[in-house]
DNA sequence: CGGGATATTGATTGATTTCAATGTGAGTGG
DNA sequence: CCACTCACATTGAAATCAATCAATATCCCG
């Protein structure tokens, strides 16, 4: 645990006090930095399972390269993806003792691991850095909550716009998006089928609002129809 | 701020590396104290707002007796309720600086209020404070994305069975539950119709897995029945 | 150049919504 | 004390959106 001393700790750059709903940029960087240095690489394989829902949590990740869905099932096999993570995402970070989902690589995945019981040691010597971890949890809170609407009150192409913008805004490159996820884990995202999904996107290409050059290539034509389609 | 300073540190009862998902008993002993002993107690008519979505959020609220509905609207006024407050818990302590949501009171409600900056002061001075405000969040988002299963995967029968076990382990009048919100607060809570609510109720009812006394006291007969249909 | 997984498209079904009455109950005023 | 009223809840019939069932089609990958 001396490693833990060596990180300087007053180079964080968000507290307790601070902002929260920041314009730009992740405002978790200093538990990122925290992870890139005392955490270890590992790569898992396409469809690769990182933890099972009830696991004992004793690891943190950050996502290097590659992309994560986490979900519950239900005990007849119906699943619900709660979550992408992309590259820069924290995930693992569960407050309890057990994961309450199962996190699994959705393609050959780099991720930076450490051990949550180092993240808490650094949490319980600096109030701020424990504040970034308070940051983190509500702003997958909020998230939820988005998602929450959408699946309680959103149709069938209103989803699927709400997701392609959201793609687009968090891989950044705005217009052009690749879908690292199979038809099914964006159904099982939205609360679809497979082929409503399928349907759904076919029509937005129909209406040009889309173009698909591949199936997980989708170029964002007219993103105010989508907009429009968001709420 | 000085009245900060009264309050005994030491006899926290949750901290950063403590349990989490402890079997019984609220984990935010603390929290709760704080705000018992620095908040000033209001009351709030039924439909009254507490706060809307994006406003500051400059105060934290512990519901002592009522009951608080958190949603968010849509556009055309399509309504999504994100969680029913019940005596005990804690509310409106977002890490941004403007609520993600709106609250408001389902029925006659008292709630204890207190500085959103008394609470976070408290946390930069106390890292297990601090990590009861992460804590809290977590248990949160647990349950947002348990709804998220509920709201993307689950048939109208095993919401408002879910929902039904829900009230009736929160209110620990373990058979016997009331409902203080109505028929279009359950459905909009479920992603339903209020017809669909209404129809479901009615025949679990007429299966005799539950009865109804009056329209907002439900009697669960059989709760084996229920659990089954739970997932 | 297969071949298996993934995705699209079509036809049909079905659960839930929508539209439309009717019922019920708590509070009010005659 | 009872009729009235208004909000809330239930029930029924019809419409609809998405799911299911069923073929293809396409894309990687070896």
């Known amino acids: ?3 833990v001393r060596q990180i300087n700790i007053d180079k964080r750059s968000a507290t307790l006090q601070g902002v929260g709903g920041a314009a730009g940029g992740r405002p978790y960087d200093f538990l990122t930095d925290v992870l890139r240095m005392l955490g270890t690489t590992l790569t898992y394989r396409r469809n690769e399972e990182v933890f099972g829902e009830g696991e004992p949590s004793d690891y ?27 590259p820069g995402d924290i995930f693992g970070l569960d407050a309890g003792e057990t994961h309450a989902f199962t996190a ?8 930076v691991v450490t051990k949550r019981s180092t993240v808490l040691a650094l949490a319980r010597r600096d109030g701020a850095f424990a504040g970034e971890l308070w940051q983190i949890a ?13 699946l309680g009150r959103k149709n069938a192409q209103e989803r699927v716009a709400t997701f392609l913008l ?7 490159s705005s217009d052009m998006i690749r879908l690292p996820m199979s038809r099914q884990d964006i159904a099982d995202y939205l609360g679809l089928t497979i082929e409503t999904v399928s349907r759904t996107i076919s029509h937005l290409e129909h209406d040009a609002t889309i173009a698909l050059p591949k199936s997980r ?12 389609l968001n709420a």
Request: glycine share 2%.
């Open 60 to 86: 943190v990740y950050l996502v290097v390269t590659g992309s994560i869905r986490t979900y519950k099932l239900l005990a007849d096999g119906r699943r619900q993806i709660a979550a992408f993570c992309l």
């Open 1 to 3: 645990m001396d490693a």
């Open 166 to 172: 959201e793609m687009a805004e968090r891989t950044a």
């Open 138 to 150: 509500a702003a997958e809170l909020e998230r939820a909550q988005a998602q929450l609407l959408l």
């Open 217 to 228: 290539q989708i170029e964002l034509r007219d993103k105010r129809a989508l907009a429009q």
């Open 104 to 111: 699994e690589a959705v393609e050959r995945s780099r991720l």
